[in-house]
């Protein structure tokens, strides 16, 4: 059996698992996952625990909509399983038809390396090329690809690494900090059942991330313990300003984490 769904959907099937360790799930294989990041704990879990890969996809509308698939090539199977995971956790590699790129602010395309960061861009013969009677048109294309508005890298081997949304990119003292990274890793701490980080307004430092997390059924999880966890996995300077437990964050019509409601709520919390 083959299924789909976003994170949170996922997540939410996880952690019922984990209460009912009984149930069986051994007809489902694999799952296409997508509509934000996916935590690289949540596919490491299934994998390890219910034997169904996560197959991380990527799209938008505009793309109709997959437009790329993380699964392994035929020469990584024999790698170890953790090497594997680097590569699952990545938003995969253009569907055939597809190309991509990674271009910088004056639009110069960027090396496939792994390292380069910039926009994304995509063309192909079924992405749109332009908004109908849209005035947002001649900024969203350019000599016929179209801006994704993600922040990404791309692997030697042709895997797109997503960084953030190039909205949610924190930037704080001239340097950016991937709000997706941040809590990517936070989700790997147990306890945690969700995790959302943004940057907020500083009076030093122009934005800082803040943390809002939503801890498991029974687990007492901390401060400290998420900032002794993240202490060897982020550079200092990512570590987020403040961690605020919440009961529930909230979420789109699609499932996605809905950073604009979180930002708008707590724009003033680093300010005070």
């Known amino acids: 059996t083959f299924s789909a769904g976003v994170p949170t959907v996922w997540l939410a099937i996880q952690h019922h698992l984990e209460a009912n360790p009984d149930l069986d799930i051994s007809n489902i294989k694999k799952f296409l996952c997508g509509g934000s990041a996916v935590p690289r704990s949540m596919i490491d879990w299934f994998e390890k625990n219910a034997g169904v890969r996560v197959v991380q996809g990527w799209g938008m509308t505009e793309?109709?909509?997959?437009?790329?698939?993380?699964?392994?090539?035929?020469?990584?199977e024999g790698w170890t399983w953790e090497k594997k995971l680097d590569v699952l956790e990545t938003a995969g590699r253009p569907i055939p038809g597809l190309q991509v790129k990674i271009v910088d602010e004056s639009f110069a395309t960027l090396p496939n390396d792994g390292e380069a960061f910039g926009e994304l861009l995509i063309r192909g013969p079924w992405i749109a090329a332009e908004y109908y009677n849209d005035p947002r048109s001649p900024e969203s294309f350019v000599d016929g690809w179209l801006r994704t508005g993600d922040v990404c890298k791309i692997t030697p081997d042709g895997y797109v690494r997503i960084t953030d949304r190039a909205k949610d990119v924190i930037k704080s003292g001239g340097e950016w900090i991937s709000s997706l990274d941040v809590e990517n890793e936070i989700m790997g701490c147990p306890g945690v059942a969700e995790a959302t980080v943004v940057g907020l307004a500083h009076p030093?430092?122009?934005?800082?991330?803040?943390?809002?997390?939503?801890?498991?059924?029974n687990f007492d999880v901390t401060e400290s313990d998420i900032r002794e966890y993240l202490g060897p996995r982020i550079a200092d300077w990512w570590m987020p300003d403040a961690f605020i437990f919440i009961d529930d964050i909230p979420k789109t019509g699609t499932g996605k984490f809905d950073k604009k409601v979180v930002r708008a709520e707590y724009e003033n919390l680093l300010m005070e």
């Open 63 to 76: 793309t109709n909509p997959v437009a790329a698939a993380s699964t392994l090539k035929p020469w990584m």
């Open 204 to 217: 030093k430092w122009q934005e800082r991330p803040v943390a809002f997390i939503v801890t498991k059924e």
